[in-house]
């Protein structure tokens, strides 16, 4: 959103969700894994996945922790969720056995994939250190 205020231009960042993500918007956005064997981030922010299902508890405990962060860092960080159930191919292509586990993706660099539900605390430091490169 541009606020026009004088002879001032103020830019506001709207904060986002947490983005649901299909298969095919995974290939678009994120990485096209079959036309491509060579890891190569498409996004022009760090990212991170959380892999879910509806069913699982602490999925559920970590969906507020995610929507939290994501309102924290919209500015810097993308956040998406794919339900392992209904993204089967996507569940499969990285291996996806137990839930919740959490991709994240740097600009540069490989991806780093976390299993189990981590505190929000761990989650941050992951952000600041390994998706922004800031050093504590």
């Known amino acids: ?30 990485f096209d894994y079959k036309n491509n064997k060579e890891w190569k981030y ?3 922010k760090p990212c991170i996945i959380d892999f879910y ?4 508890g602490p999925c559920k405990r970590l ?6 962060l994501s309102q924290t860092y919209c500015d ?9 159930e209904r993204e089967r191919e996507l569940a499969y292509v990285f291996g996806i056995n137990s839930i919740p586990q959490v991709l994240y993706i740097p600009m540069e660099g490989q991806p780093m994939m976390l299993k189990g539900l981590y505190p929000k605390e761990d989650i941050v430091k992951i952000i600041d250190e390994f998706l922004l490169g800031k050093k504590k």
């Open 1 to 30: 959103m541009i606020v026009l205020l004088g002879l001032f231009t103020t830019l506001s960042v709207q904060a986002d969700d947490v983005r649901y993500l299909t298969t095919a918007q995974f290939g678009e956005r994120i």
């Open 42 to 44: 498409k996004g022009d």
């Open 53 to 56: 299902t509806t069913w699982c």
């Open 76 to 84: 810097k960080v993308v956040f998406y969720k794919v339900d392992t």
């Open 63 to 68: 969906a507020p922790i995610m929507e939290e």
